[in-house]
């Protein structure tokens, strides 16, 4: 049966590097795995004033996230933490109080940057957050890739054979811990 797979990318750069490595990633998995990317870039600046009246954009995006089996976060790394807009989404999705859209849901967390550390910081910050909103997150393997330029074209193609590997570990290990929170 069908997988739907909610990706949620930290970057709204037109030409993120991170977008290419969920595109990558999205290409190595088997076809019954359907993923959508999540918009964030048309949130507001979360406010626990919504709580009384929640923003249309805001209720969307916990449908989205609600009607998922999976979650796959792909993130850069901004002064060493997440960046403000993937904090910001995961806020508002987290609430209102007692309706956390994440609980229960299946994740993974990979990243690049053009860093040596790979986003690995950024990634470290986001398990913490995951832990707290109740989503089993897969711990290994980790993928902290150092981007480097034409590393995965912007269709995802990637372009060497040791990241396509590596990769391809990843998304083994990411479909069956998926798999095992199917019912
Ligand atoms: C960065 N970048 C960065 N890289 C890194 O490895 N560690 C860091 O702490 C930071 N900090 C940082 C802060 C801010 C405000 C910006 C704009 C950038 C560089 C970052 O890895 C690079 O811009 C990536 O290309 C961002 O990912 P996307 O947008 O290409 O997906």
Redesign the pocket.
């Known amino acids: 049966s069908q997988l739907k797979i909610a990706v949620i990318v930290g970057?709204l750069?037109a030409d993120?590097?991170?977008?290419r490595l969920a595109r990558a990633v999205e290409k190595l998995a088997p076809t019954e795995f359907a993923f959508s990317h999540i918009q964030i870039d048309d949130l507001p600046l979360y406010s626990q004033d919504f709580d009384a009246a929640y923003p249309a954009v805001a209720t969307r995006l916990k449908k989205d996230i609600e009607s998922a089996d999976g979650l796959l976060f792909v993130t850069?790394?901004?002064?060493?933490s997440i960046p403000g807009v993937l904090k910001n989404a995961i806020d508002i999705a987290s609430r209102p109080w007692g309706t956390n859209s994440f609980a229960g849901k299946p994740a993974g967390v990979i990243g690049t940057?053009?860093?040596a550390?790979g986003?690995a910081l950024a990634q470290q910050h986001l398990r913490n957050v995951l832990a707290y909103l109740d989503v089993p997150t897969l711990a290994q393997p980790e993928v902290f890739v150092h981007f480097k330029d034409e590393l995965i074209a912007d269709d995802g193609t990637i372009r060497s054979e040791g990241t396509a590997k590596f990769l391809q570990g990843f998304v083994d290990h990411y479909v069956a811990w998926v798999r095992r929170f199917a019912h």
């Open positions: 970057s750069r993120s590097f991170n977008r850069p790394e901004y002064n060493r940057s053009i860093g550390t986003s």
